[in-house]
Nanobody
Framework: QVQLVESGGGLVQTGGSLKLSCAASGRTFRNYRVGWFRQAPGKEREFVATINRSGSLPYYAGSVKGRFTVSRDNTERTASLRMNSLKPEDTAVYFC?????????????????WGQGTQVIVSS
């Protein structure tokens, strides 16, 4: 079992940067793919990025590709989402998730464990 806790959210101006962190408990963290999702007010939760077990293969949604970077450190049992060139439309609650499959997972029901989320607000 994996428990996930996100941190690093906050208020930032358009064009600014934030780095979100996801701390995992449980020795099996390295066996799980990590995904990042976000949910804006009144909208469904959407896929943002994912990274495979070893951390060698990231994959991004088109809306964030080139601006966001996903990474992980299996020794520290953490994952990160570096967000640059932030836009007001990036405002959302951001969640990290863990899924057992090594395939690229972009749907929330493919993930087994979720954090509680961290709020990101980008002001215009």
């Amino acid at each position: 079992q994996v428990q996930l806790v996100e941190s690093g959210g906050g208020l930032v101006q358009t064009g600014g940067s934030l780095k979100l962190s996801c701390a995992a408990s449980g020795r099996t963290f390295r066996n799980y793919r990590v995904g990042w999702f976000r949910q804006a007010p009144g909208k469904e939760r959407e896929f943002v990025a994912t990274i495979n077990r070893s951390g060698s293969l990231p994959y991004y949604a088109g809306s964030v590709k080139g601006r966001f970077t996903v990474s992980r450190d299996n020794t520290e049992r953490t994952a990160s989402l570096r967000m640059n060139s932030l836009k007001p439309e990036d405002t959302a609650v951001y969640f990290c998730a863990a899924g057992i499959s090594e395939r690229v997972l972009t749907y929330e029901d493919e993930y087994d464990y979720w954090g509680q989320g961290t709020q990101v607000i980008v002001s215009s």
